[in-house]
């Protein structure tokens, strides 16, 4: 197989530019400054000032958005068109977060939230970047999905739902955009270092009663991990791993419809394909 550094070509001497959305910190941090580095005009999001005054500080167009307000969407895009000019060559949507919890104890007011954040939002701002594209004739669509949008794991339900809808929904706009010159893209990262875990612990104690759950036993020691933010973080890849596959999404000429992330993360897709699902699901669940 190709690798990645082989196929993808470098930046045209034109300015190319980007959308970077979920950019405080983790993924959407790095990917923002590498591109830049390689000569992109980078437009990324954040929620906080602080974070939106870091990027601003390292050179990064920076904006408000949260995915969950569509004011915030709309502004986004018309400030950012104002300033190219209309035209946009790509967009990274990655901003997002992981409520934690088993589906039996999730509220249905979580699990809305989870994808007014994690999906619909995400389906907004593609859809006012769509026609821009088009216009111009050409343009990226890459997400940043997740393993789990491939293979769930217990107590991420939410989070597994919301990547599903994602594969599913973009997964159909890149069959409808064959013969456009919009290519979509969807990579699907396993464990990487970021703040996704250690986040996901507010979510958790604001939504999830676990004291009264069935599953308290096994909460405590998910709390315990969540405490830690995540797994070992030594042992997880760092954002680089994700920029390499967003950079050949962004810049080869036949980009992949799937850049699945990380050895945990192949080796999922793997066993997905050959073993019988009763035993992959057993399997997940120690895993879990």
């Known amino acids: 197989m190709t690798s990645l550094s082989q196929t993808a070509s470098a930046p045209p001497k034109e300015l190319r530019t980007i959308i970077v959305t979920g950019a405080s910190s983790g993924i959407g941090a790095y990917c923002a400054r590498a591109l830049k580095a390689e000569g992109w005009r980078v437009f990324a ?53 992981a409520q934690p919890g088993a589906v039996e104890d999730l509220p249905v007011a979580a699990l809305r939230e989870q994808f007014e954040a994690n999906v619909f939002g995400w389906h907004d701002l593609t859809r006012r970047i769509v026609p821009v594209m088009r216009r111009q004739g050409h343009g990226r669509l890459v997400h940043c999905s997740s393993i789990l949008g491939l293979a769930p794991l217990r107590f991420r339900g939410a989070y597994s739902a919301s ?21 979509v893209s969807l990579i699907e990262p396993g464990p990487v270092r970021s703040k996704i875990a250690s986040n996901g612990l507010a979510w958790f104690l604001k939504n999830i009663d676990h004291e009264k759950s069935v599953h308290r036993l096994a909460y405590e020691a998910q709390l315990e991990r969540l405490r830690a ?20 999404a962004l810049l080869s000429r036949r980009p992949r419809p799937h850049y699945v992330v990380t050895v945990p993360a192949r080796i999922g897709v793997i066993l997905k394909r050959i073993l019988p699902a009763s035993m992959l699901y057993r399997l997940l669940a120690k895993r879990a």
């Open 45 to 97: 999001t954040a929620r906080q000032p602080a974070d939106i005054a870091a990027l601003e500080a390292d050179g990064i167009e920076a904006f408000y958005l949260d995915y969950r307000e569509a004011g915030s969407i709309e502004t986004l895009v018309a400030s950012v068109l104002e300033r190219t000019g209309g035209r946009l060559d790509a967009l990274f949507n990655n901003g997002a977060y």
């Open 163 to 183: 990547k599903h809808a994602i594969e599913g929904l973009m997964l159909c706009m890149h069959q409808e955009l064959e013969g456009s010159s919009i290519h």
């Open 229 to 248: 933010g995540g797994s070992t973080s030594r042992l997880k890849p760092g954002p680089e791993v994700v920029h390499a596959a967003l950079r050949h």
